[in-house]
């Protein structure tokens, strides 16, 4: 009887310590994708993707260029300061071991796509397929770290963040001079190819342990800088890449709710990034920004030609800006996206937002 009780207490004792454990443990955060996300691991590659010389960086807190494709903080880092965690590291630095490991990675990579032969032309990036290949050997060296219960219950936990496509349309499809795929597909025939190649990506993803999965779709690709330089007439966006967005992201919406069904939970929430930066591109004003059609970095029409340099325009205030080089959106305009991750409503966070997310156990 009293051993009993006493085998109670101790069993309680354990229960209430393990519960406390995952309490104070925070949520691990991985990142895969393209430069939207990467935050540096371009910078340990031979390849010209990169974002390692000012100005980029400048309103970093170094001040000083990081790989992020950024004037500061990308898109991963305000999710990692909205979720009151630090930023993760690129998978490739040599600082990320140890504890730090248990923060989770970021293994995104500039230039890449859902394809492997979009980006080519940057020649050492990391593909999807390699990525996904990373994350493996990351949970290899967590095991060895923290073993296999922990591991399996840190990755189940964290939060996984996925961004690629574009690149696909600018990088493969639409490069100029016309590229292969642009004459094997129709752009609706290439569209439901991607959304096919992602799915299996996807289902990788989860097969590895990923249980929270925010997805973006493309951006309004059409209206960034360096389309409008290229392709606009008018001052308007490029109607064909336009149609390819207005193509793309809807398709990605119903691939995703499907992929829910068929693992019976909802894993994969879709992010309508192409929303939230539409909304600023119609109404700059309405956000603080003067331009949401020239680049603060760049040279030629709208600052959308050639690369950010030291020897480019700057503007003065980035976060006048909602572009802050050709492609990629500034700070400022990354800190509109994201509040909409957290706590937007269903036109923008489909089935929930991050908030939402939060509040619940991904454990179980
Ligand atoms: C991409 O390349 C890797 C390595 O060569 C290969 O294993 C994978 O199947 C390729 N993916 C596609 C979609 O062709
Ligand atoms: C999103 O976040 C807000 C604030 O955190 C919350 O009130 C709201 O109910 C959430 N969900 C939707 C669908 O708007």
Redesign the pocket.
Known sequence: MASSSIVGVIFSLVLALKYVALQAEARAFFVFGDSLVDSGNNNYLATTARADSPPYGIDYPSHRPTGRFSNGLNIPDLISKRIGSESVLPYLSPELRGQRLLNGANFASAGIGI??DTGVQFINII?M?RQLEYFQEYQRRARALVGVDQTERLVKGALVLITVGGNDFVNNYYLIPYSARSRQFSVPNYVKYLIS?YEKILMKLYKLGARRVLVTGTGPMGCVPAELAMRSTNGGCSAELQRAASLFNPQLVQMLKGLNKKIGNTVFIAANTQQSHLDFISNPQAYGFTTAKTACCGQGPYNGLGLCTAASNLCPNRDLYAFWDAFHPSEKANRLIVEQIYSGTTKYMDPMNLSTIMTLDARA
Do not use: A
Request: charged share 40%.
């Open positions: 394809l492997n593909r397929y190649e």
